[in-house]
């Protein structure tokens, strides 16, 4: 199963955890993530994802108008597929939680289906997605990796081929 992760990144911070998502993805069996910069997408590997995770820093409390350009004018199909998003920021409260709530609204207007584990797994529990402080602390980034392979191993079990 595919899994992509397309982030936009501007001083490296969420490109590492957009890695970290590979990474905790990858902990799977027969799960094949990508990371990819929304200037660099890999429209094939997209197209046969079932998943795609969409990283972006905070601006003003929302996501960058990049990644939304980017999705609004993307010619890739996303209806169907499983949506998740993960989020940095520069200082805690910088408005991460209403950044992944607005990109969760523009993946749910785009046919996905939105997901993120929640609280259906138990600690640690990621409401709407992952959040890192910067490219997070080694326990953020922890949480990043467990968010990852949840998704993962659930979409697996979901979406038998």
């Not at 989020?87 to 408005?95: D, K, Q, R, S, V």
Request: proline share 1%.
């Amino acid at each position: 199963m595919k899994i992509a992760v397309v982030y936009h990144s501007e001083t490296k911070n969420t490109q590492k955890v957009a890695d970290i998502i590979v990474e905790g993805a990858e902990k799977v069996e027969g799960v094949e993530a990508k990371s990819m910069s929304i200037d660099q997408v890999d429209e094939a590997f997209v197209n046969e994802a079932k998943v795609v995770f969409f990283g972006t820093p905070t601006y003003a409390g929302t996501y960058s108008w990049q990644m939304k350009k980017w999705i609004d004018t993307s010619k890739i199909k996303l209806a169907g597929k499983v949506g998740c998003v993960f989020a940095t920021e520069n200082f805690l409260g910088g408005g991460a939680d209403l950044a992944e709530l607005s990109l969760i609204g523009m993946l749910l207007v785009k046919g996905m289906f939105a997901y993120s584990v929640g609280i259906g797994e138990g600690l640690p529990y990621t409401h709407f997605g992952a959040v890192c402080i910067k490219d997070g602390t080694e326990e953020q980034q922890e949480r990043v990796r467990l968010f990852a392979e949840r998704v993962a191993n659930n979409v697996k079990k979901s979406f038998k081929e």
